[in-house]
Structures are given as structure tokens and as C-alpha cells.
């Protein structure tokens, strides 16, 4: 998980707002954006996105992970993602901030690419990616006889 300070122009005031915002990809999440890529490898992945030269294929790639990763703290100390407030996030100005962070500062970028799996989510990618990495067609089967 990683907490994001966000500054940004309020559209209504115009005045300068300042607030927190948390971005975090489950084991479910890193297991649904592996399914995009064919050869199960996170870094050949996004390499390969970047790579493209592709504008929109790059933007859409960091509106995922983004739409996919905010949310916020319950006061119970929970971690929730309800849909409308990723599609508000979106929307906000706070947003607009984040996508400019991201593409212009590459450091930043990886940092909060790394943050948003976290550690031992980043350790579950890699197993993650060894077994969609078994591409040699056999499908274990871990029925008794």
C-alpha cells in the first residue's frame, strides 16, 4: 500500500487543497492484470507497454492500475475500493496531479508502481509469474486416484 500526499487547485475555489490518498493491488488484482500479459512477466509487461511508444496504450495502462488501487481507510482500519469512489477519483483534479507525477518524474512512477503492490505483494508477483510462466501445457492435477 502507498499513501499519496495530493496538491491540487480546487475547479469551484480555486483554492489550493491538500489531501491524503491510498492505492493498493490485492493478490486478486495483481492475478487479473498478470492475465493481460501472455508470458506471465510483470517487467516484460509493463516494459513492453512502454515500449510501444503508444500514448494511449501507456495512458490506459497507469488509469488501470490507478482505477484498480485507490480507495480509502475505514474507520475500522479497513482497506476498501468502492467502485464510485475510483470513478470520483478519476474525475477529481487530485487525479489529473497523479497521471502528470507519473509520467513526468520515471523514479516516482516505479515508486508508486512499487508501493501500490507492496512488498509481499511484490513477492507474490513473482511467484505469480512463475506459474503463468509454466507454459509447457501440462495442467497439474492434484486429484487422488
Same mark, same amino acid.
Given at each position: 500500500m502507498i499513501k499519496r500526499?495530493?496538491? &491540487? #487547485? +480546487?475547479? &469551484?475555489?480555486e #483554492?489550493? *487543497?491538500? /489531501?491524503d490518498y491510498y492505492f493498493h493491488l490485492s493478490k486478486a488484482d495483481i492475478i487479473r492484470i498478470m492475465g493481460r500479459d501472455r508470458e506471465g512477466d510483470w517487467e516484460k509487461y509493463v516494459q513492453n507497454v512502454v515500449?510501444?511508444? +503508444?500514448?494511449?496504450?501507456?495512458f490506459n495502462f497507469i488509469e488501470d492500475i490507478i482505477k484498480q488501487s485507490v480507495g480509502k481507510r475505514?474507520?475500522?482500519?479497513? &482497506?476498501?475500493?468502492?467502485? +464510485?469512489?475510483?470513478e470520483a477519483f478519476v474525475a477529481s483534479e487530485?487525479?489529473?496531479?497523479? *497521471?502528470?507525477?507519473?509520467? /513526468?518524474? #520515471?523514479?516516482?512512477?516505479e515508486e508508486f508502481f512499487r508501493g501500490v503492490v507492496g512488498k509481499k505483494g511484490f513477492e507474490q508477483k513473482k511467484h505469480l509469474e512463475s506459474v503463468a510462466g509454466d507454459k509447457g501445457g501440462k495442467?497439474?492435477?492434484h486429484r487422488r486416484k
Open positions: 500526499i495530493l496538491t &491540487f #487547485e +480546487d475547479p &469551484f475555489t #483554492e489550493s *487543497v491538500t /489531501q515500449d510501444s511508444g +503508444d500514448s494511449d496504450t501507456i475505514t474507520p475500522d482500519g479497513l &482497506f476498501v475500493k468502492p467502485r +464510485d469512489y475510483a487530485a487525479y489529473g496531479e497523479l *497521471v502528470v507525477e507519473l509520467i /513526468q518524474n #520515471e523514479k516516482m512512477a495442467r497439474h492435477n
